[in-house]
T-cell receptor
């Protein structure tokens, strides 16, 4: 069965420090992987996705994510955190061989950036 | 419009009443999804429409929930005989699913409060 795990309910980082939000996945085939962000009282926004090719994917707002096939991970990273990055982050996966176009969603990680 | 729109943005209803939530997807998007999100929590898949195919209703929590999509565009989620546990934010998303790794675009949500 397909699944996504975000092992941390909450991540606390000081402003200016690097941040990592973890995501691991399980699919039977090769994945498409996504990160979304939800700012307080707003809908979800697409951040970035991995399709194929370079394992390091760059997205909006200075975020990037690294696809690691052997570890089945797709951790979200940013070199220097901003207070405005505080939000709820969701990882999602889809098996590219699956005719069902739905995404499997992680439970979300609350990122808190302290000044 | 440029994005996914949902109405109303907020709905307060009494227990036992019926409610209708509306979603206008991005023009041309053939796939439409409904999710439910409890306060600060993850996404709960409800239902998925793709073109003229039969919808995937596997996520609907009870027979009080139903949804329709007219003309392949606007969708309405109906909750009959609302219960307090139905209180949540209901999110709608649309996408071009036949594009490789098509991301979902989300509306701002409808916050439903059942008193």
């Amino acid at each position: 069965a397909q699944s996504v795990a975000q092992p941390e309910d909450q991540v606390n980082v000081a402003e200016g420090n690097p941040l990592t939000v973890k995501c691991t996945y399980s699919v039977s085939g090769n994945p498409y992987l996504f990160w979304y962000v939800q700012y307080p009282n707003r809908g979800l926004q697409f951040l970035l996705k991995y399709i194929t090719g370079d394992n390091l994917v760059k997205g909006s707002y200075g975020f990037e994510a690294e696809f690691n096939k052997s570890q089945t991970s797709f951790h979200l990273k940013k070199p220097s955190a901003l207070v405005s990055d505080s939000a709820l982050y969701f990882c999602a996966v889809r098996d590219r061989g699956d005719s069902n176009y739905q995404l499997i969603w992680g439970a979300g990680t609350k990122l808190i950036i302290k000044p | 419009g440029a994005g996914v729109s949902q109405s109303p943005s907020n709905k307060v209803t009494e227990k036992g009443k019926d409610v209708e939530l509306r979603c206008d997807p991005i023009s041309g998007h053939t796939a439409l999804y409904w999710y439910r999100q409890s306060l600060g929590q993850g996404l709960e898949f409800l239902i998925y429409f793709q073109g003229n195919s039969a919808p995937d209703k596997s996520g609907l929590p009870s027979d009080r929930f139903s949804a329709e999509r007219t003309g392949g565009s606007v969708s309405t989620l109906t909750i009959q005989r609302t219960q307090q546990e139905d209180s949540a934010v209901y999110l709608c998303a649309s996408s071009f699913p036949t594009r490789p790794a098509a991301e979902q675009y989300f509306g701002p949500g409808t916050r439903l409060t059942v008193t």
